[in-house]
């Protein structure tokens, strides 16, 4: 499975973006897919994740309520919708895949259970 992330960009405090995330391969649509970020200085951290068929999602708590995740697997596009967006969101987003026929919560925001990962594409929140 590859991956492509796209949709970064400068913004102001309290404005919005939309990240997307193409991926290729047969099977993509069978893949747990995540974004992740990471800031100067931080360590990777989880953002949201969704389940292959796209009925479970799951958010940090410091963008849950601003921050959508959604997929269209017959455009094999997954996306990150931010919204009120602040300037500690200012970091690198990566998105990223696994494949495991289940879903298991405690495993799905770790960065390690995933396999797969693009790019990064950069948002810049400024003050």
């Known amino acids: 499975v590859q991956l492509q992330a796209s949709g970064g960009g400068l913004v102001q405090t309290g404005g919005s973006l939309r990240l997307s995330c193409a991926t290729s391969g047969r099977t993509a649509s069978s893949y747990h897919m995540g974004w992740f970020r990471q800031a100067p200085g931080k360590e990777r951290e989880f953002v949201a994740a969704i389940t292959p068929d796209g009925n479970s999602t799951y958010y940090a708590d410091s963008v849950k309520g601003r921050f959508t995740i959604s997929r269209d697997n017959a455009k094999n596009t997954v996306y990150l919708q931010m919204h009120s967006l602040k300037p500690e969101d200012t970091a690198v987003y990566y998105c990223?895949?696994?494949?495991?026929?289940?879903?298991?919560?405690?495993?799905?925001?770790?960065?390690?259970?995933?396999?797969?990962w693009g790019q990064g594409t950069l948002v810049t929140v400024s003050s």
């Open positions: 990223a895949a696994y494949y495991n026929p289940f879903t298991i919560a405690a495993l799905i925001r770790r960065p390690g259970t995933y396999d797969y």
